[in-house]
């Protein structure tokens, strides 16, 4: 099974993290810019956080086999911080980076007009930049909050192929299919979606322009459910190649709209930027 996880959080886990994902299958993943849980007090926190997007994580993922690529953007949360609304001037920067390969996380949290000014801005940058957009929709109030993404979305220039519409669960993805856009499921421990309520979507709504990923990060969450998928997929009869369509092919389908996406995994070398990846290393 060769899994490819299109949203996960590596700044957040660990070494033993990556030598897991890589038994369970994982060889690239898609990591998005987000908050950290610390609120950020400056636009150069950012700037440091996005440099080790684009040279520390695809270093680090590289001495475990797995390819590394990126989404950057101002998230939703911090979005409504007057400190942290500058980082939008400078995003263009580093949407020209090889590696990035969408806006993202974009989309809203408390569905404030300092969140409407950032999505709808963000979405002009990818347009800008030729980029897909992923779009992380609230953990409050889903349906609400997907159809004021669904307006922003139509008042732009992003056609829906471009977008997926993440953190989707039952009472969102009958009006996400509708939307034409990618349909993007979080599969968490406690909360989100699990397995098995993943598989009954993939039962009545089938695996075109699906993503299924761990979303793992800083809390509780586990980046070997895309593999629990896959198992639980197959347990309910799905075939082999409808396992690889919704866990390698759609996630290369759609980040390959990029431009950028690189599959090969080059020689990472033994320092990043004087520092290995070992404790005492030379």
């Avoid at 929709?137 to 519409?165: M, Q």
């Amino acid at each position: 099974m060769r899994i490819f996880d299109p949203h996960i959080h590596m700044t957040s886990r660990t070494t033993d993290d990556y030598e897991a994902m890589y038994a369970a299958g994982v060889r690239a993943l898609v990591e998005p810019a987000f908050w950290l849980g610390q609120p950020r007090t400056s636009p150069a926190s950012f700037f440091d956080y996005f440099d080790s997007l684009l040279g520390w994580e695809p270093f680090r993922a590289a001495q475990h086999g797995i390819a590394h690529h990126c989404t950057i953007a101002l998230n939703p949360k911090e979005a409504n911080d007057p400190r942290c609304t500058p980082v939008l001037d400078a995003l263009p920067r580093y949407l020209v980076k090889d590696s990035v390969v969408a806006v993202g996380e974009i989309g809203y949290d408390s569905m404030t007009p300092a969140e409407d000014n950032a999505l709808a801005a963000q979405l002009q940058l990818a347009v800008d930049h030729g980029l897909p957009a992923l779009v992380h929709t609230p953990h409050r109030d889903k349906a609400a909050g997907l159809k004021r993404t669904l307006d922003v979305l139509r008042e732009s220039d992003l056609p829906p192929a471009r977008v997926v519409l993440d953190h989707l669960n039952e009472t969102t993805v009958g009006d996400a299919t509708d939307s034409g856009c990618w349909l993007g499921f979080s599969i968490y421990p406690d909360t989100k979606m699990d397995p098995e309520r993943m598989v009954r979507i993939l039962r009545v709504h089938g695996t075109e322009r699906v993503l299924v990923n761990s979303a793992a990060d800083w809390g509780r969450s586990d980046p070997l459910k895309t593999r629990h998928v896959g198992e639980a997929m197959l347990a309910a009869g799905f075939s082999d190649e409808d396992v690889d369509q919704v866990l390698w092919r759609n996630p290369v389908e759609f980040y390959g709209q990029s431009g950028r996406l690189t599959l090969d995994i080059a020689d990472p070398g033994a320092l990043h930027e004087g520092n290995s990846i070992l404790r005492g290393g030379e």
